[in-house]
């Protein structure tokens, strides 16, 4: 299986400032053939089922705030929201959907420091 | 719109059965590949099983292979999860989920999530 670990674990930043996550695969999840990364981040608010907010590594979903955004390519991986707000306090999770069974991070929960 | 309805929480015994389910509606059910995912509490997400309702190809992560069954019920737009014999250690809740289109593989609809309780 593809292991993925996030870090931090948890992290706290103060509203209206940038918060960055980083995930990291312990093999490629870059399909050369078609020069994808297979990964997506998800948004799991307090008492919600998750939320999909990036796809193929850097691709916003759809209704997904502009403040959100993915980067990275291989195994190293960064989601980034540029101006925290009060509604992004939530657990966030990395998956790679390049290998079966489509593993996840264990999470990084973000607070408001 | 897009929606995935599972069925409403449970509490068991150990060694009790139960299937829960998920209806999907607003799209083609048949076309689109839905998973099941474990979160236990306060921990993280666990990918059990994916199924294609379409021809029933269902796909189990190794951890699960053998303790749970995923089917598919594409008249009624209906998956599935089943136990045979529930453990305490089941205590979860537990989400369906729908893959974007094709080979994605990243699920951009989730169900609202089913709580199991198993407890003597």
């Known amino acids: 299986d593809i292991v993925m670990t996030q870090s931090p674990d948890s992290l706290a930043v103060s509203l209206g400032e940038r918060a960055t996550i980083n995930c990291k695969s312990s093999q490629s999840v870059l399909y050369s053939s078609n020069n994808k990364n297979y990964l997506a981040w998800y948004q799991q608010r307090p008492g919600q089922p998750p939320k999909l907010l990036i796809y193929?590594?850097?691709t916003r979903e759809s209704g997904v705030p502009d403040r959100f955004s993915g980067s990275g390519s291989g195994t190293d991986f960064t989601l980034t929201i540029s101006s925290l707000q009060a509604e992004d306090v939530a657990v966030y999770y990395c998956?790679?959907?390049?290998?079966?069974?489509?593993?996840f991070g264990q999470g990084t929960k973000l607070e408001i420091k | 719109e897009v929606q995935l309805v599972q069925s409403g929480a449970e509490m068991k015994k150990p060694g009790e059965s139960l299937k829960i389910s998920c209806k999907g509606s607003?799209?083609?059910?048949?076309?689109?590949?839905i998973g099941w995912v474990r979160q236990m509490p306060g921990k993280g997400l666990e990918l059990m099983g994916i199924i294609y309702p379409g021809d029933s190809d269902t796909r189990y992560s190794p951890s699960f292979q053998g303790q749970v069954t995923i089917s598919a019920g594409k008249s009624i737009s209906t998956a599935y999860l089943q136990w045979s014999s529930l453990k305490a250690s089941d205590t979860a809740m537990y989400y369906c989920?729908?893959?974007?289109?094709?080979?994605?593989?990243?699920?951009?609809?989730w169900g609202q999530g089913t709580l199991v309780t198993v407890s003597s």
């Open positions: 193929w590594a850097s």
């Open positions: 998956q790679q959907h390049y290998g079966t069974p489509h593993t």
């Open positions: 989920a729908r893959w974007d289109s094709g080979d994605s593989g990243y699920f951009n609809f």
């Open positions: 607003g799209y083609r059910f048949t076309s689109h590949w």
